[in-house]
């Protein structure tokens, strides 16, 4: 009997990235170029659905395979290793999928990928794992916080640590637990062309819906269906795919039209855009990378939402070859992303504590660098999808003892993320946003 194709390519597309390492978003992409064709718009979204859950859930995966399997789960052949936990992962998280009908097209899929031999080692392990999330032992959540939350929601036991000293167990258990989730699918109005309120109504038809954001007024989320790729409304360039939290740095950096701005590290776009749409088009904005490819999807982006006035640079922006000065610059600088891990799940098996300590020097070298090319009285804003100590208040602690720049405040709506003068934080705890850290600097007279 022929394999299920979805799962046929879900499996190719997690051998990329849990043997090869090769990123989770690129990976699907590549399949779904390759594949997409002939699947239908629910295969492609079962597809999604399972990639990104078996990864997600890596760590509570092997955990139920070490009782029912008799050697080492790395000791299997790497797709059967990988047919076992996507079959966890539907047997515990996948409600539409039954646990024989689970079973069976795992069987199918060890015939396709190995042989008679290892088929029937699959059916008789996820003949025997839980059915449900309620029947898998765990550790006491009390007793053992840390072993819990790190079995449980599949962290990395050094990092549900790490989180525990910086946060305190009450505010790190709920990180944890958010970190565990499928993030909400959200996208920035482009103003451009079109408001929020017209792109909601074009958005809203049968199966699918969407709702504003109570704060940001272009953020708008996609509570049912999927994020339409291929409506005119995407095609005309309409909307940019981008989580709530990571419009806040454009706002924060407040340009204003017919100023010189500074993007140091802009690809793919998203604030490099954001900021062009603030200005209404009448602004120039410099939006420097030091990766070619990166280059190419930022081009893409100004060019399908009609952005005017934004100038790609090839270039190293720790030694940008700029002279400045400019008005306003903002650094979003590259980081351990772990304010994205409900986007990107396998950041969790890439990130390790060395990142946290060698990042920082590159975050500061950028910093450094936007304070030279700013002009007196310029604004500067400083920004990273992350909350980690090392990569946040500690880059600012460190510079600014001898940087001519002081803490200034933003817009009054963003309030409900201050937490210090011209500081903010978002934690995804807090459910409908990526964990964000920014701060805005005047550099003095």
């Known amino acids: 009997m022929p394999v299920d194709p979805v799962r046929d390519a879900a499996i190719d597309v997690l051998l990329r990235v849990l043997e090869k390492r090769v990123f989770l978003d690129r990976s699907l992409d590549k399949t779904l170029r390759r594949k997409g064709s002939a699947l239908s718009s629910r295969g492609r979204r079962f597809l999604t659905q399972l990639v990104y859950g078996t990864v997600r859930h890596k760590l509570l995966a092997d955990s139920v395979l070490s009782g029912p399997l008799h050697q080492p789960l790395g000791e299997l052949p790497a797709p059967i290793r990988t047919i076992l936990r996507m079959g966890v992962f539907q047997a515990l998280f996948c409600n539409q999928v039954t646990f024989p009908a689970m079973v069976h097209t795992s069987v199918d899929l060890a015939k396709s990928r190995g042989h008679i031999g290892t088929s029937r080692l699959v059916n008789a392990v996820l003949k025997r794992v839980p059915e449900t999330l309620e029947d898998v032992t765990l550790p006491d959540p009390t007793a053992e916080p840390i072993a ?58 049968p199966g699918s819906a969407a709702t504003r954001h109570p704060v940001i007024n272009e953020a708008i989320t996609l509570v049912e269906g ?52 603030l200005t209404a088009n009448e602004s120039r904005v410099l939006a420097l990378d030091s990766q070619r490819q990166r280059l190419y999807p930022l081009c893409e982006n100004i060019e399908r939402l009609h952005v005017e006035g934004i100038q790609p640079i090839l270039a190293d922006s720790t030694i940008p070859p700029l002279q400045g000065p400019f008005d306003r610059i903002l650094v979003d600088a590259p980081c351990s992303g772990l304010g994205t891990l409900r986007r990107h799940p396998d950041l969790k098996w890439r990130v390790s504590p060395e990142n946290l ?31 980690t100590g090392e990569e946040t208040d500690d880059v600012i602690n460190e510079i600014l003892p001898d940087a001519p720049v002081q803490f200034e405040d933003g817009p009054e709506w963003l309030s409900p993320w201050k937490i210090g003068k011209g500081k903010y934080l978002v934690l995804p705890e807090e459910g409908q946003m990526d964990g964000y850290f920014l701060t805005r600097l005047r550099k003095a007279y």
């Open 226 to 277: 999927p994020i339409p790729y291929e409506s005119k409304a995407f095609q005309n360039g309409h909307f940019y795919i981008q989580d709530p939290a990571s419009m806040l740095p454009p706002h924060l950096l407040e340009p204003q039209p017919g100023e010189t701005i500074l993007d140091m590290c802009a690809a793919p776009g998203g604030k490099a855009t954001h900021i062009a749409q």
């Open 357 to 387: 300590k060698s990042l920082p020097r590159l975050q500061g070298k950028l910093l450094r660098s936007a304070i030279q090319l700013c002009k007196n009285g310029g604004v500067i804003v400083y920004s990273v999808c992350t909350f």
């Open 148 to 205: 819990y939350e790190s079995l449980r929601y599949s962290i990395p036991s050094w990092l549900v640590e790490h989180w525990h000293a910086q946060f305190g167990q009450e505010q790190a258990s709920r990180i944890s637990a958010s970190c565990g989730t499928e993030a909400p699918r959200t996208i920035r109005t482009n103003t451009l062309v079109t408001d929020a309120d017209k792109l909601l109504q074009a958005l809203t038809k």
